[in-house]
Nanobody, 116 residues
Framework: QVQLVESGGGTVQPGGSLRLACTAS????????MSWYRQGSGIQRELVAQ???????TYKDSVKGRFTISRDSAKKRVYLQMNNVIPEDASVYYC??????????WGEGTRVTVSS
């Protein structure tokens, strides 16, 4: 069983920056990818960014050039650097880990509020 704990959420002004972190614990057999999703009220959960075990990254179009996903394998941690935040980025952000192509684990989420 793998547990994911997100941190770093909070309130940020438009144009500001925030860094989210997700730390995994437990036994991971074969890490395939770690991702950040977000889900706003009444909106389907959507992929924001993903990084694979080969460090291949994928981004939602609206965050390209503003967000950066990175990982620290030794610490079992993934980060999401959010720059030039806009109001549409306000959401609950969830960390996701894919193990062996079989198991998918989710964190409980961390809220990002964008407010001036």
């Amino acid at each position: 069983q793998v547990q994911l704990v997100e941190s770093g959420g909070g309130t940020v002004q438009p144009g500001g920056s925030l860094r989210l972190a997700c730390t995994a614990s437990g036994t991971i057999f074969n890490l395939k990818a770690m991702s950040w999703y977000r889900q706003g009220s009444g909106i389907q959960r959507e992929l924001v960014a993903q990084i694979t075990n080969e460090d291949i990254t994928t981004y939602k179009d609206s965050v390209k050039g503003r967000f950066t996903i990175s990982r620290d394998s030794a610490k079992k941690r993934v980060y999401l650097q959010m720059n030039n935040v806009i109001p549409e980025d306000a959401s609950v952000y969830y960390c996701c880990l894919e193990d062996s192509g079989v198991w998918t684990y989710w964190g409980e989420g961390t809220r990002v509020t964008v407010s001036s």
